[in-house]
């Protein structure tokens, strides 16, 4: 563990005379309190719009969170209270949203797709007052696993240490209009310090049960304002945010990018390529931040090319390939610039904005972020302004991720930079497969085979052996015609013997999680 290395030469370049000092920048301490001033301003120029075209300005969208704020105080919520929040993106739920972080409270984000036992286990685990859901049948499961606490027959999840909410639980539905219902010079808002908990944003949970990590206003605040400095993002932007907002690549990056930015965003109900062409042809957006599925979808249905109308093209939550930055490249002429970060570190790594922008590699660590690497098993440590502070009631659990007791947080993924400061990722650490008692790293493997025209798909995972300890076997998505001979043949120039695939089964598609991340544990699964 000792071993680590610090990235220490490269940074992401800034603008010429900008710099990213977090105390100066976090001096505001509170994310709610920054916005609030740079929405003040030119309160009549436009925020939001929900995809049809019609605008909210920043003095009506400020107003509306003081209007939220009220409905959720006369709830009876007080700071350091919990609010689910589990809806499509709307101006109203982004409304709340705001709301909730001006009263001090805890949001905490609910993939919407979640069944009834997730919704039950989140309930359990953070106590929630309150809960912003745009469905009743979402609406129900989070009442009834609220109601089986209160009763005492709910099952005690890891926040059964949490005070209890001060009131019952009270369901807000964005559908509805939000009135104004009161004077909001009688609530306390903005009273948050950089320290005050902002987020529980629970991680995706393609290993394990999800864990609620705990993110702060400075955290958030020092995220986003990296990204404003080092993207050149300014006030005359204006995002297309198709990305669902119960995640942070589109609630962290994309809303509190553009409300830290005094910029404006639109707001897709869910993303569609058609949504994405209507907004490029009738609402002059000058940035597109997606998930590589979500390129990949651009291309198949002729949409990509628009991209070149664009300023700023950003992907990341999961790796694009170099095929899919090459096709991209080659429809519209745009270099997306990859980024990576996880859900308790925020953003921590991208390509630069001036500079090459470089396939194959998540780029440099961004102004703020600090950057080591294992000389010995190729993990990434992160330490900064944006690095969580531990998981919700789970000390065991956040011990783990910070092995080294000095704020270093161990990521999972391996990867190596070059002489010229780019990071690459190969993956998670518990995808490593060790075949022979090699290491053959499952990115490099997919890479290969990547290239192949025939080949859209491919997730390779370990299987268990008797002789080898475990098999490369590779998942792949492709023309019918293709054979596993042939696949091998193609990659044996590229990868040694012990990296090739033993066996290659041919699939429909992959399973992804709803940011486009590969589950490889449910492929290793099918292989057991
Ligand atoms: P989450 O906590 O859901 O944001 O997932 C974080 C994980 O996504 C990271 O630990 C990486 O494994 C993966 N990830 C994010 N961005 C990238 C990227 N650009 N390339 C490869 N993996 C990525």
Known sequence: MADIVEVS????????????????????????????????????????????GEWISRGEFLKLTENAAFSLYSRGLR???????????????VAYYVAALRLSLAVVPVNTSFTEAEFGYIVNSVLPSAA?????????????????????????????????????????????????????????LDASSTETVALIAFTSGTTGRPKGAILTHGNLLACAKSLNLAWRWTSEDRLILGLPLFHIHGLGVGINGTLCAGSSAILLPKFEPALVDKSIEGLSPSMFFGVPTMYQKLLDANV????????????????????????????????????????????????????????????????????????????????????????????KATRNVFPLDDGWFSTGDLGSVDDHGYISIFGRSKDLIISGGFNVYPREVEEAFES??????????????????????????????????????????????YKQPKSIIFVKSLPRNAMGKVLYNLLRDQLE
């Open 9 to 52: 030469n490269w940074q992401v370049h800034l603008e010429p005379g900008q710099q990213f000092d977090p105390s100066e920048l976090l001096a505001d301490g509170s994310l709610a309190r920054s916005w609030v001033k740079s929405l003040s301003s030119n309160s009549d120029r436009e925020l939001f719009c929900d995809g049809e």
């Open 79 to 93: 700071a350091g209270d919990r609010v689910i929040l589990s809806a499509n993106p709307s101006v109203n739920m």
């Open 132 to 188: 912003i859901i745009d469905s009743e049948k979402r609406a129900s499961w989070v009442e009834m696993a609220w109601s089986e606490i209160e009763a005492g027959s709910g099952f005690v999840g890891p926040g059964s240490n949490l005070p209890p909410p001060t009131s019952g639980l009270a369901i807000f539905d964005p559908r509805d209009r939000i009135m104004n219902s009161g004077e909001s010079e009688e609530i306390e």
């Open 304 to 395: 990509a090319a628009k991209l070149a109308r664009l300023r700023l093209v950003v992907s990341g939550s999961a790796p694009m390939s170099r095929e899919l930055h090459r096709a991209i490249r080659q429809v519209s002429g745009v270099e997306v610039l990859e980024r990576y970060g996880t859900t308790e570190t925020l953003i921590d790594i991208s390509n630069p904005y001036d500079g090459q922008r470089i396939p194959g590699t998540v780029g440099m660590p961004l102004p703020g972020v600090r950057v080591a690497i294992s000389n010995s098993t190729n993990e990434i440590f992160i330490k900064g302004p944006t690095v969580f502070s531990g998981y919700l009631a789970n000390a």
């Open 452 to 497: 192949h025209p025939l080949v859209s798909e491919v997730a390779v995972v370990g299987k268990p052996s008797e002789i080898w300890g475990e098999e490369v076997t590779a998942f792949i998505v492709g023309d019918e015609g293709l054979s596993s001979d042939e696949l091998i043949d193609y990659v044996s120039n590229t990868l040694a013997k």
